[in-house]
């Protein structure tokens, strides 16, 4: 889809979904915006609009099937949406006194997992009956292989990579096309709480421009920087007894879940 004129994207509050609004505002172009943070969604909301963009946004827990299902049903019958988003996340590690609670581990699912699939099913009969649509689900090269700094973001990532790809295989005969974004680190209120080096990171912006350019070439999968996919894909393809002792060399995030989107 080359040039998607109604576009919902989820956890656009800031960071990279902060970043997509924008990329994709411009005249005659429709967003329809979530976040859970009043005050910084409507500061992209201004930013759209400055840019021609008309916009709606939603103050939604991404959690509440309901509430999501209700929204999404309800934009789409009001101006079919071409693209869905699915990038609302939050991230925590083994990093603390406590290490990753039960709690936690329960907070990022809800949000990572529930969250793509209430953003994800309920826009999926319409596009299926219009033959037409396009659905993003951003996932992480922490979803790659497991990172023992963080496994239930690492899982919950994993689960919405393996979703994405089944999803793109199953759509495709329907003319739905689904992409699924593995970015490494950027600079987000997400990446800001961790105290340790991010080799290659890059800003949201650009993150979103290369993300843009892979949707419109309907790429499967959309890994970026190279430089760092690589190597995590390779050493995902190895033996445990082989890659275990380099991972738990790596520095844990916070145990807190970081900002939300």
């Not at 190279?226 to 790596?250: E, G, Q």
Request: charged fraction near 15%; proline fraction near 7%.
């Amino acid at each position: 889809m080359k040039n998607p004129r109604t576009i919902l994207i989820t956890g656009a509050s800031s960071g990279l979904g902060a970043a997509l609004a924008l990329h994709y505002a411009a005249p005659n172009v429709t967003l329809y915006l979530h976040g859970r943070d009043e005050t910084r969604l409507q500061e992209t909301v201004s930013a759209c609009q400055k840019r021609g963009a008309t916009t709606h946004s939603a103050l939604l827990n991404v959690a509440d099937a309901q509430a999501m299902q209700q929204w999404i049903m309800t934009a789409d019958a009001a101006t079919p949406l071409d693209m869905i988003i699915a990038n609302a996340g939050i991230s925590a590690g083994t990093g603390g006194e406590e290490g990753e609670t039960a709690a936690q581990v329960r907070r990022i699912f809800a949000t990572n997992i529930d969250g793509v699939i209430n953003t994800v099913q309920p826009a999926l009969p319409a596009m299926v009956t219009r033959k037409r649509g396009q659905i993003v689900i951003i996932s992480s090269l922490a979803g790659i292989r497991g990172l023992p700094s963080c496994p239930a973001y690492s899982a919950s990532k994993a689960c919405v990579r393996y979703y994405g790809e089944g999803l793109r295989g199953w759509l495709a005969s329907k003319h739905v096309h689904v992409n699924i974004v593995c970015p490494g680190y950027i600079t987000t209120r997400m990446t800001d709480v961790n105290d340790f080096p991010m080799p290659l990171k890059m800003s949201a912006e650009k993150a979103a421009r290369i993300i843009a350019r892979g949707l419109e070439k309907n790429t499967g999968r959309i890994a970026f920087p190279s430089l760092l996919y690589i190597p995590v894909w390779f050493l995902s393809c190895l033996s445990p007894r082989l890659t275990d002792p380099i991972f738990s060399r790596l520095p844990s995030k916070p145990s807190a879940p970081g900002p939300t989107f």
